[in-house]
Structures are given as structure tokens and as C-alpha cells.
């Protein structure tokens, strides 16, 4: 699943007239780059979610067969956040255990490294396995720590305490994480991650490649440059 539901105000003006997922950058639309990878790594049916000007999102994607992938999407009236996203897309994604990636980030994360936390998850105890990256400079204090591959909250007293980590915006979910969260509700995920985590229920890597938040236009304009610069070299 791709989250492609958020207004992005941040990215205001760029925005009003454009979803956030769909700015290109470096010659595509953010979500191209995702769609793409997905593919080379093997995911042939994905789902996006969308609600401010979602329609553009289909117009622009179609059934995704361009793409070699089929798509289908779910429609929110406005936008649920992640866990409400998620939990109400539910009845379109067939399998128990699925990767999500927000929409409004660029990684370039091999999406094929998740078959062995799918495959832990399908097969078990956990419920979610997340993706972490080193702290953006906007987001300094981080989110989580990893501990032996285990997640931690990050305040939780280790010795010695690890650095504290950045969630991506990439994890494998099994539907179960979202049994108590409504279809159709707004519900954000990270409580749901806290309560797993503190059951001793997630896992979670450390990704040391390209990512990037692009979360305002001066971010987005900067790694359109890179990108560009670097294709061209």
C-alpha cells in the first residue's frame, strides 16, 4: 500500500492545485518512484489511498498497467491519517501481511529486503516491522532506537543506549495491528506502534541509503536538483 492521502500543507502553493505524492522530482512524480520499485521487487497489486484532489492520482496512474503492476485505490472523503488510511483499505489488500510506504517521501530502499520480515510476520508473533533511517536535520530528536533488531521505545533505559532513530515512512503491518481501528475513522498509526512495540512486537532495521522527507518546497526543489545533476552525469 501507498499512503497518498495527506493535504500536504507545508508544500503550499505547490499543493492547491497538485497532491503532494504526484510533484515530480528528478523527471517523476514521487509516487512513480515508488510504483516502479515496488515492481522491481517483485509487488504486482498495490493499493494508494487519496482524498484532496485524489482524482488526479487515478487520472495520472490508471489501473497501473503501464506500470506492469495493477493498482487500486481507496477513496477517503478526507483524509483518515495512517492507521484510519490503512484500516480502511483493508477489504482491497488480499494478504495478512503487507508492506506500506508514504507517499510524500523518496527512498531508495530495495523494497525486496522486506520478504524476510513479511514471511517472520506471516509465520508469528510480530505485528509490524518498521524501517529506520539516521535523523533528518528537521527531525533531530528521531522517533524510535533499535536494540538486536528489536524496536524500543526511545526512552526505554538500555545500556549502552542506542542512538535514537527516524521512522521512514516504510513498514510491514499484519492486518491484526489494525483490528480495533474503525473503518472510515481517523485513527493515527503511531499509537497503535507504541502499544505493539511496548508488547515486545515489532522489529525493525536501519536503512543507511537515500532517503529524504520531502516535505517543503525548498526540500523538494533540492533533491530535484540532486537527482537531475546525478542522472545527468
Not at 20 to 26: C, S
Not at 66 to 86: D, K, N, W
Not at 166 to 173: D, E, K, L, N, P
Amino acid at each position: 500500500m501507498i499512503l497518498a492521502a495527506g493535504r500536504g500543507e507545508r508544500m503550499r502553493p505547490l499543493t492547491d492545485h497538485t497532491p503532494k505524492p504526484l510533484l515530480p522530482v528528478g523527471g517523476k512524480p514521487l509516487l512513480i518512484w515508488h510504483i516502479e520499485r515496488l515492481h522491481a521487487a517483485g509487488f504486482s497489486h498495490i493499493v494508494i489511498n487519496h482524498a484532496h484532489l485524489g482524482q488526479q492520482i487515478e487520472d495520472a496512474l490508471g489501473n497501473g498497467s503501464m506500470f506492469g503492476v495493477s493498482i487500486e485505490y481507496s477513496r477517503e472523503a478526507s483524509a483518515l491519517e495512517t492507521a484510519g488510511g490503512i484500516a480502511t483499505a483493508l477489504p482491497l489488500i488480499k494478504e495478512d501481511v503487507f508492506p506500506v510506504v508514504n507517499g510524500d517521501i523518496y527512498c531508495e530502499y530495495d523494497f525486496s529486503r522486506l520478504a524476510e520480515p513479511m514471511a517472520r510476520l506471516a509465520a508469528g508473533h510480530d505485528q509490524a516491522h518498521l524501517v529506520l533511517v539516521d535523523n533528518p536535520p528537521h527531525h533531530p530528536n528521531g522517533d524510535f532506537v533499535l536494540d538486536g533488531g528489536r524496536m524500543k521505545d526511545a526512552d526505554t533505559p538500555l545500556t549502552p543506549h542506542p542512538a535514537r532513530l527516524t521512522f521512514s515512512g516504510i513498514g510491514v503491518y499484519h492486518r491484526a495491528l489494525f483490528a480495533r481501528t474503525p473503518a472510515g475513522a481517523k485513527a493515527p498509526l503511531a499509537p497503535l506502534l507504541r502499544l505493539a512495540i511496548d508488547a515486545g512486537r515489532v522489529s525493525g532495521e536501519h536503512y543507511a541509503g537515500r532517503w529524504e522527507d520531502v516535505g517543503t518546497p525548498a526540500r523538494l526543489a533540492a533533491l530535484d536538483e540532486e537527482l537531475k545533476q546525478h542522472h545527468a552525469a
